[in-house]
């Protein structure tokens, strides 16, 4: 009784306090079991200038300065003993939609995890991280200023509904972690939406294939290869026809290489390339049957030696092809960064951001503009 009377009165100071340490708080410890939370934010302001040539003619469209809370994610997390865990982790969604409120709690992770054969094999079960996008992350160290090039591009999601198993071998030489999803991603998991009526199909009628191998051949190096391989919630029974939808067929391969040094710097690059195949689809056998998208990125930070200071950059590059058009559409973005570490836990980052598309909607000669500058933060416990 004492145990769940200090449990509860612990979760209500959390819910009122802004304590900031490193790898969350325990508020609940009992032999191997313990309850710990963890909170992270991404606090930014920013300022948006467009441009763009439609046809011939170039406007510019100037926005005003801009406040958001981007991200704010709380979790919990409960460890069974020293194999078994089980985490909940809710996020808050940014929703401009007519009619709806703006800032949405919903479920980001909700999974079980325990270790089979020790390191070696591993189970997760539920609504977890797929095997890239988090990983991608850490070692990057910046998603508060960007998502990582899959992410951002809609490529993966961060987190689905399925089950995985993934492992240490060889005294951490290789990872590796192999999951079968709904694919749908988790905005709607284990659904399909329906883009004309808004309406929500359970049941998708195929699992997605998500992996990543990594090899550590170095301390501080990783060489990374990712393949997935799905429909990713497309295919499903369609209750309107009564029938399964042919769906949308996307397969992407992905490798990339890091190096660095602790926390001290990073550097890393990426080579993404993306298919989505609409030829099982009826309606697409004349027009568009298939999108190929190429792409890279290069990514560097350091953390500048005896200061408070640090230096993010980043460059992605992608183009883009469509069965029967000739015209590629092509991307070029830039980010530059200065950061700093007032506190353990807090970074600031004055944020440069440019990119510009060529070509956008394979339209020959037009482009966009656009340019983002702000201060952009990260607070976690």
């Known amino acids: 009784m004492k145990a769940i009377i200090k449990s509860i009165a612990a979760l209500t100071m959390m ?24 909170s992270l934010f991404f606090l930014n302001t920013t300022y948006n200038n467009s441009e763009q040539r439609v046809g011939g003619v170039t406007s ?8 958001s809370v981007d991200r704010a994610y709380l979790t919990a997390k409960y460890y069974f003993n020293s194999d078994w865990y089980m985490r909940l982790t809710t996020d808050v969604h ?23 054969i020790d390191d070696a094999l591993v189970l997760r079960l539920g ?5 890239w996008i988090d990983y991608e992350e850490h070692l990057m160290a910046h998603r508060y200023i960007t998502p990582v090039y899959i992410d951002k591009y809609g490529f993966d999601a961060s987190s689905d509904l399925g089950i995985g198993f993934k492992g240490k071998l060889a005294d951490g030489l290789v990872e590796y972690w192999v999951t079968e999803t709904a694919g749908a991603g988790y905005s709607h998991p284990g659904m399909h939406k329906d883009a004309v ?3 929500y199909s359970k049941g998708v009628k195929a699992f997605d294939l998500d992996s990543r191998v990594s090899i550590h051949p170095l301390e501080g190096m990783s060489l990374d290869f990712q393949f997935r391989d799905g429909y990713k919630g497309t295919k499903y029974f369609d209750k309107v026809n009564s029938q399964v939808t042919p769906g949308t067929k996307h397969t992407l391969f992905q490798l990339m290489a890091t190096y660095g040094a602790g926390h001290d710097w990073r550097v890393g690059g990426n080579y993404i ?16 049957r298939t999108q190929k998208t190429t792409g890279y990125a290069l990514w560097a930070w350091a953390k500048i030696p005896d200061t408070k200071f640090g230096l993010f950059g980043r460059w992605d590059n992608r183009q883009l092809k469509q069965d029967l058009v000739v015209t590629k559409e092509k991307e070029n973005r830039y980010i530059m960064a200065l950061e700093y570490f007032p506190v353990k836990n807090i970074a600031f980052s004055a944020v440069l951001d440019y990119s ?3 070509n956008p909607g394979f339209a ?14 990260q607070v976690k416990f």
């Open 60 to 67: 510019t469209t100037d926005q005003s300065m801009g406040l």
């Open 356 to 358: 510009k598309i060529d």
């Open 364 to 377: 020959l000669g037009d482009w966009t503009k656009d340019t983002k500058a702000g201060l952009y933060s």
């Open 94 to 116: 940014l929703d401009t939609s007519l009619g709806k409120k703006n800032n949405n709690i919903f479920l980001k992770y909700a999974y079980v995890e325990g270790k089979l």
């Open 273 to 288: 390339n993306e298919k989505a195949d609409r030829r099982a689809d009826p309606a697409n056998a004349i027009t568009t």
């Open 197 to 199: 009526t808004g309406a």
């Open 15 to 38: 819910a009122f306090s802004t304590a900031a340490f490193a790898g969350g708080v325990s508020v609940y410890d009992d032999g191997d079991s313990k309850l710990k939370l963890e």
């Open 127 to 131: 609504q977890s991280h797929t095997p």
